[in-house]
């Protein structure tokens, strides 16, 4: 049982900072993900939990333990890696044990130990066969066994799936998932991939060049983004972002928007503060904008792409301004590229962004209630 927690942890090799001051309290039994893209620090941080790479300042604690000085052996860690590092001359079995037998565990708990990661892992038919006898999948399984033997605190995971194909990929996370209600053991699990960061994490930090920009559970990332970044990092496709002005004064209640070839827009946020002719950004998802086939909207342009998924309908529309819009909407649409469209925005599905990027208030009511099936 332990938390997890960091408090202004940074990192920098020689002058160069890459982890500026993060600040992470994790819960005992969290499935935490942190996600960004590719550079922006996730491994660093994992690496400095596990005690694999130094702090240059900051604390992190494991329970009650400051563990910045602790070795990595000391730290009731494991971390499962994207590249399995498996022992290639050791049996399955082997590699799974082999941490115990390091530590002097005696044979007889061991091979407890590892039968039973095998059966959580349906690991069982493959013991006896060496690493190259096997699928990646089977790999990445050998590698997670290895850690569960160790009934550690905290699982780390960085980029485990990444060498799977995209098939074993959806079947090795649910697996995971699987496993963590069935330790309910902290894991933290790092991705560059939002899907499996939403799919999988009770809470996402989004990391960028070294900051956490946010810190949240994946819905509340989803309706509530506090910037310009989470907003387009969560979410598949992007959220549009399109720049406008304010037509008049805001309150907290909303605003009027407009921008080049863009008809007045009301923003259901709070603009409290927000002064005629400010600049300011307006997002909206794509499966929120509204097409409307009469050619008349806030924007109106013409379809430049269309993508036909079957359950639904992926377009990219560009205004005689230039402004272009993505949209995804439900069904099979009759339409063809080069058609003439209108595009509207409801105002409780805009998102509106200072010049900073920094997001205005939503109301909570934004988030729509779950869907009930009959
Ligand atoms: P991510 O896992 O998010 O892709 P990393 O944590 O691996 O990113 O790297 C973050 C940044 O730190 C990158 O710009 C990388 O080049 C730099 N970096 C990582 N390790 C070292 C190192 N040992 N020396 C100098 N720079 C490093
Ligand atoms: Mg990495």
């Known amino acids: 049982m332990a938390d997890l927690t960091l408090t202004q942890v940074k990192k920098s090799y020689g002058k160069v900072d890459i982890i500026k001051g993060v600040d992470l309290s994790i819960k005992h039994g969290e499935?935490?993900?942190?996600?960004?893209?590719?550079?922006?620090?996730?491994?660093?941080?994992?690496?400095?939990?596990?005690?694999?790479?130094?702090?240059?300042?900051?604390?992190?604690?494991?329970?009650?333990?400051?563990?910045?000085?602790?070795?990595?052996?000391?730290?009731?860690?494991?971390?499962?890696?994207?590249?399995?590092?498996?022992?290639?001359?050791?049996?399955?079995?082997?590699?799974?044990?082999?941490g115990l037998k390091i530590a002097g565990e005696p044979?007889?708990?061991?091979?407890?130990?590892?039968?039973?990661?095998?059966?959580?892992?349906?690991?069982?038919?493959l013991l006896d066969r060496k690493p190259s006898q096997l699928s990646g999948g089977q790999r990445q399984r050998v590698a997670i066994g290895r850690a569960i033997v160790r009934k550690p605190d905290v699982f780390l995971f960085d980029e485990p799936l990444s060498n799977l194909?995209?098939?074993?990929?959806?079947?090795?996370?649910?697996?995971?998932?699987?496993?963590?209600?069935?330790?309910?053991?902290?894991?933290?699990?790092?991705?560059?991939?939002?899907?499996?960061?939403?799919?999988?994490?009770?809470?996402?930090?989004?990391?960028?060049?070294?900051?956490?920009?946010?810190?949240?559970?994946?819905?509340?990332?989803?309706?509530?983004?506090?910037?310009?970044?989470?907003?387009?990092?969560?979410?598949?496709?992007?959220?549009?972002?399109?720049?406008?002005?304010?037509?008049?004064?805001?309150?907290?209640?909303?605003?009027?928007?407009?921008?080049?070839?863009?008809?007045?827009?009301q923003a259901a946020v709070d603009a409290s503060g927000v002064v005629k002719d400010q600049k300011l950004t307006l997002g909206i998802r794509p499966e929120h904008v509204r097409i409307s086939q009469d050619g008349k909207g806030a924007l109106v342009g013409t379809v430049q792409l269309l993508e036909r998924l079957g359950n639904q309908t992926f377009l990219e529309v560009v205004t005689a301004t230039g402004v272009s819009t993505t949209a995804l909407i439900e069904g099979d649409l009759v339409l063809d590229i080069g058609d003439k469209v209108g595009i509207?925005?409801?105002?409780?599905?805009?998102?509106?962004?200072?010049?900073?990027?920094?997001?205005?208030?939503?109301?909570?009511?934004?988030?729509?209630?779950?869907?009930?099936?009959?």
């Not at 922006?40 to 240059?56: P, V, Y």
């Not at 044979?107 to 038919?125: D, F, G, H, T």
Request: charge should be positive; hydrophobic fraction near 45%.
């Open 31 to 98: 499935f935490i993900v942190f996600v960004g893209p590719s550079g922006c620090g996730k491994s660093t941080l994992l690496r400095m939990i596990a005690g694999l790479e130094d702090i240059t300042s900051g604390t992190i604690k494991i329970g009650e333990k400051v563990v910045n000085d602790l070795q990595p052996k000391d730290r009731s860690i494991a971390m499962v890696f994207q590249s399995y590092a498996l022992f290639p001359h050791m049996t399955v079995g082997e590699n799974v044990g082999f």
């Open 107 to 125: 044979k007889e708990s061991m091979e407890k130990k590892v039968a039973e990661a095998a059966r959580i892992l349906k690991l069982e038919p």
């Open 165 to 265: 194909d995209a098939a074993l990929r959806v079947n090795t996370r649910a697996e995971i998932a699987k496993l963590h209600r069935d330790l309910s053991a902290t894991m933290v699990y790092v991705t560059h991939d939002q899907v499996e960061a939403m799919t999988l994490a009770d809470r996402i930090a989004v990391l960028d060049s070294g900051y956490v920009r946010q810190f949240g559970a994946p819905m509340d990332l989803y309706h509530y983004p506090d910037n310009t970044f989470v907003a387009g990092f969560i979410g598949s496709p992007k959220m549009n972002f399109i720049p406008v002005t304010a037509a008049g004064a805001g309150n907290g209640s909303g605003v009027s928007v407009v921008g080049s070839g863009l008809a007045k827009v």
């Open 344 to 374: 509207n925005f409801a105002a409780t599905d805009c998102h509106l962004f200072d010049e900073k990027g920094e997001a205005f208030a939503r109301p909570r009511t934004a988030a729509k209630p779950r869907k009930k099936v009959a």
